[in-house]
C-alpha cells in the first residue's frame, strides 16, 4: 500500500471515530503533502489555528490510525498549505477562521494557538480586562494587612513558586480586587499569560462555548495560561458545570506548575454549597483574609488620593472623613469623590467647617435603590428617556449615560453583572466594560465626576 492510499484508508477511519463537529472543523481539507517511505506522513493543513489543534489535541488519534493501517509505528508532522483556488472557485473557509482573522487582521501567524483563540462572545474586550488603577503603587495597606501584601507581592514576583494557591477572602470592599488586578499587572509586566476574570464571567464564558460547542477552545484558553486569577469565587457555589470545569481547570494548571490565585467574601470551608474537592484544594495552599482598614490606614489612603488630585486638606479633614466611613474603603471612596465634586460644583474651599456640612448631607438615610430607578435618574439627568439607555441606540451621549447608569446600578444595588446587562439589553461583559470605563473617567474628568456624584446624591436621597 502506498502512502497515499494509507492516508486515504486512516483518514476515512477518523471520520467515523471522531465526532462530526471536530472532523468537520480541524480534519475535513487536510492533505498529505509528503512521505518518507511509511514511516514519516507529512500532512499539509490549512492555517496556523488547525495545525496547533492537531498538534495538541488530535495527533494521537491520528497516529494511531495510521498505524493501524500500516501496520507499524508512524511519526507526523503538520504544516501549513494552501492550495490554489481556480476561477470562479467559492471561498470555502470555515466561519470560525474568517471571524477570527477579521478580529486579528495583524497577528504574526507565529504567535501560539491561544493568541489565536478569543473568549467566546468576548470580541470586543482584551483577554484580560484589568483596571488600570488597580496597581500595587496605589494599593495602601495599613499594618492590620501587611502579611497578606506581602504575601501577594511574592506571588507576583514569583508565581507558582511560594504559595500556590493563593486564597484571599474579607468583607465586600477592602481591596481584594485591587489586590488580585495588582498582581495581574505585575505578572503581565513580566510578560507572563495572565487571566482575571470575576467568577460569573467564567460561568457565562463555560455557557457560551457549550452553545457554540467550542469547549475545546474554552479549555485550551484557560488551561494554558500561566497565571489564573479568579475573583469573587463564592459564585460558583451551587453551579455544577461551572464548579466541574473549575475543578478540572484548577487541577490542569496546579499540575503543571500554574498559579492560581482566588478571591471570596468567605473563608473556603465557610462556602457550604461549594465542593468539598474545590474546598480541600482551595484550603492546601495559603488562605489569608483581609482586614478592615484602621482609622491610620484610612486617613493615609485619603492623603494618597489627595496627592493625586493636587489637592491638600487639613489633617482634622482627613480624620473627619476616616472616621465618618469606617465600614470599608469602597465607602471611604464615595465620602471622598462626594466631598471633591460637591466642593469643585459649589466653588467652595474645603475647610473643617464645610466638611462638616458637606459630611452630613451624604450621609442623610439611604433610600433603597433599584435598578430601574437607576435608570430613570440617570436618563432624566441626561434628558433622555428610560427606553434610550435600554434599547440598542448606541450615539455616544446615550453610550456615556449607559456606562454611567451600569456603574451606579453595580455600586449601589447589589445587583451582579448578569442581572445589570439583562436590565440594560446588554451582555455582562458589556456591563463590566462600561463600569471600568468609567471608574477611570473619574479619576481624571472633572465633569464626568460631577455628573456621578449629583445623581448619586439624587439616588441616596431618593429624589
Same mark, same amino acid.
Given at each position: 500500500?502506498?502512502?497515499?492510499?494509507?492516508?486515504?484508508?486512516?483518514?476515512?477511519?477518523?471520520?467515523?471515530?471522531?465526532?462530526?463537529?471536530?472532523?468537520?472543523?480541524?480534519?475535513?481539507?487536510? @492533505?498529505?503533502?509528503?512521505?518518507?517511505?511509511?514511516?514519516?506522513?507529512?500532512?499539509? @493543513?490549512?492555517?496556523?489555528?488547525? #495545525?496547533?489543534?492537531? *498538534?495538541? #489535541?488530535?495527533?494521537?488519534?491520528?497516529?494511531?490510525a495510521l498505524n493501524e493501517v500500516v501496520g507499524q509505528s508512524v511519526e507526523l508532522e503538520?504544516?501549513v498549505y494552501i492550495a490554489p483556488k481556480r476561477d470562479g472557485e467559492p471561498d470555502d473557509?470555515?466561519?470560525?477562521?474568517?471571524?477570527?482573522?477579521?478580529?486579528?487582521p495583524s497577528v504574526s501567524t507565529a504567535l501560539p494557538l491561544h493568541q489565536h483563540i478569543?473568549?467566546?462572545?468576548?470580541?470586543?474586550?482584551?483577554?484580560?480586562?484589568?483596571?488600570?488603577?488597580?496597581?500595587?503603587?496605589?494599593?495602601?495597606?495599613?499594618?492590620?494587612?501587611?502579611?497578606?501584601?506581602?504575601?501577594?507581592?511574592?506571588?507576583?514576583? #514569583?508565581?507558582?513558586?511560594?504559595?500556590?494557591?493563593?486564597?484571599?477572602?474579607?468583607?465586600?470592599?477592602?481591596?481584594?480586587?485591587?489586590?488580585?488586578?495588582?498582581?495581574?499587572?505585575?505578572?503581565?509586566?513580566?510578560?507572563?499569560?495572565?487571566?482575571?476574570?470575576?467568577?460569573?464571567?467564567?460561568?457565562?464564558?463555560?455557557?457560551?462555548?457549550?452553545?457554540?460547542?467550542?469547549?475545546?477552545?474554552?479549555?485550551?484558553?484557560?488551561?494554558?495560561?500561566?497565571?489564573?486569577?479568579?475573583?469573587?469565587?463564592?459564585?460558583?457555589?451551587?453551579? =455544577?458545570?461551572? *464548579?466541574?470545569?473549575?475543578?478540572?481547570?484548577?487541577?490542569?494548571?496546579?499540575?503543571?506548575?500554574?498559579?492560581?490565585?482566588?478571591?471570596?467574601? #468567605?473563608?473556603?470551608?465557610?462556602? !457550604?454549597?461549594?465542593?468539598?474537592?474545590?474546598?480541600?484544594?482551595?484550603?492546601?495552599?495559603?488562605?489569608?483574609? @483581609?482586614?478592615?482598614?484602621?482609622?491610620?490606614?484610612?486617613?493615609?489612603?485619603?492623603?494618597?488620593?489627595?496627592?493625586?488630585?493636587?489637592?491638600?486638606?487639613?489633617?482634622?479633614?482627613?480624620?473627619?472623613?476616616?472616621?465618618?466611613?469606617?465600614?470599608?474603603?469602597?465607602?471611604?471612596?464615595?465620602?471622598?469623590?462626594?466631598?471633591?465634586?460637591?466642593?469643585?460644583?459649589?466653588?467652595?474651599?474645603?475647610?473643617?467647617?464645610?466638611?462638616?456640612?458637606?459630611?452630613?448631607?451624604?450621609?442623610?438615610?439611604? *433610600?433603597?435603590?433599584?435598578?430601574?430607578?437607576?435608570?430613570?435618574?440617570?436618563?432624566?439627568?441626561?434628558?433622555?428617556?428610560?427606553?434610550?439607555?435600554?434599547?440598542?441606540?448606541?450615539?455616544?451621549?446615550?453610550?456615556?449615560?449607559?456606562?454611567?447608569?451600569?456603574?451606579?446600578?453595580?455600586?449601589?444595588?447589589?445587583?451582579?453583572?448578569?442581572?445589570?446587562? =439583562?436590565?440594560?439589553?446588554?451582555?455582562?461583559?458589556?456591563?463590566?466594560?462600561?463600569?471600568?470605563?468609567?471608574? !477611570?473617567?473619574?479619576?481624571?474628568?472633572?465633569?464626568?465626576?460631577?455628573?456621578?456624584?449629583?445623581?448619586?446624591?439624587?439616588?441616596?436621597?431618593?429624589?
Amino acid at each position: 500500500m502506498n502512502s497515499q492510499d494509507a492516508w486515504a484508508s486512516a483518514y476515512h477511519q477518523l471520520e467515523l471515530q471522531l465526532d462530526r463537529p471536530t472532523f468537520d472543523t480541524w480534519l475535513r481539507d487536510t @492533505v498529505l503533502l509528503r512521505s518518507e517511505g511509511n514511516t514519516l506522513f507529512v500532512i499539509g @493543513v490549512r492555517n496556523d489555528y488547525v #495545525r496547533d489543534m492537531l *498538534q495538541k #489535541r488530535l495527533s494521537r488519534e491520528i497516529r494511531r490510525a495510521l498505524n493501524e493501517v500500516v501496520g507499524q509505528s508512524v511519526e507526523l508532522e503538520f504544516e501549513v498549505y494552501i492550495a490554489p483556488k481556480r476561477d470562479g472557485e467559492p471561498d470555502d473557509d470555515m466561519p470560525l477562521f474568517k471571524l477570527l482573522a477579521q478580529q486579528e487582521p495583524s497577528v504574526s501567524t507565529a504567535l501560539p494557538l491561544h493568541q489565536h483563540i478569543a473568549r467566546p462572545q468576548r470580541g470586543e474586550l482584551p483577554e484580560c480586562e484589568l483596571n488600570p488603577r488597580y496597581t500595587f503603587d496605589r494599593l495602601v495597606f495599613g499594618g492590620e494587612n501587611d502579611m497578606v501584601y506581602a504575601a501577594a507581592q511574592a506571588v507576583a514576583e #514569583r508565581p507558582a513558586s511560594v504559595y500556590n494557591p493563593f486564597f484571599i477572602y474579607g468583607d465586600v470592599g477592602l481591596g481584594k480586587t485591587h489586590l488580585l488586578q495588582a498582581i495581574a499587572h505585575a505578572c503581565i509586566a513580566r510578560n507572563l499569560r495572565t487571566i482575571y476574570i470575576p467568577s460569573e464571567a467564567f460561568t457565562n464564558d463555560l455557557i457560551d462555548s457549550i452553545r457554540q460547542r467550542s469547549t475545546a477552545m474554552f479549555r485550551d484558553k484557560y488551561r494554558s495560561v500561566d497565571v489564573l486569577l479568579i475573583d469573587d469565587v463564592q459564585f460558583i457555589a451551587g453551579k =455544577d458545570s461551572t *464548579q466541574e470545569e473549575f475543578f478540572h481547570t484548577f487541577n490542569a494548571l496546579y499540575q503543571f506548575g500554574k498559579q492560581v490565585v482566588i478571591a471570596s467574601d #468567605r473563608h473556603p470551608h465557610e462556602l !457550604e454549597t461549594l465542593e468539598a474537592r474545590l474546598r480541600s484544594r482551595f484550603e492546601g495552599g495559603l488562605v489569608m483574609d @483581609v482586614q478592615p482598614p484602621t482609622l491610620e490606614t484610612r486617613i493615609a489612603i485619603l492623603k494618597a488620593w489627595s496627592r493625586e488630585r493636587g489637592v491638600t486638606l487639613d489633617s482634622k479633614v482627613y480624620e473627619m472623613v476616616a472616621e465618618r466611613a469606617s465600614m470599608n474603603v469602597r465607602e471611604l471612596e464615595g465620602v471622598f469623590n462626594h466631598m471633591m465634586a460637591t466642593a469643585h460644583l459649589s466653588r467652595t474651599p474645603i475647610q473643617v467647617d464645610t466638611a462638616h456640612d458637606m459630611l452630613e448631607t451624604y450621609h442623610r438615610p439611604r *433610600q433603597h435603590v433599584t435598578l430601574a430607578r437607576v435608570v430613570e435618574i440617570v436618563a432624566r439627568q441626561h434628558n433622555l428617556h428610560a427606553h434610550d439607555l435600554t434599547g440598542p441606540r448606541r450615539d455616544g451621549h446615550i453610550n456615556n449615560a449607559r456606562q454611567i447608569a451600569m456603574y451606579l446600578a453595580r455600586e449601589m444595588t447589589g445587583a451582579s453583572l448578569t442581572q445589570i446587562g =439583562d436590565a440594560f439589553g446588554r451582555k455582562h461583559t458589556t456591563v463590566l466594560h462600561g463600569c471600568n470605563k468609567v471608574m !477611570e473617567d473619574l479619576e481624571r474628568d472633572l465633569i464626568t465626576r460631577a455628573v456621578v456624584e449629583e445623581i448619586r446624591g439624587k439616588l441616596i436621597k431618593g429624589e
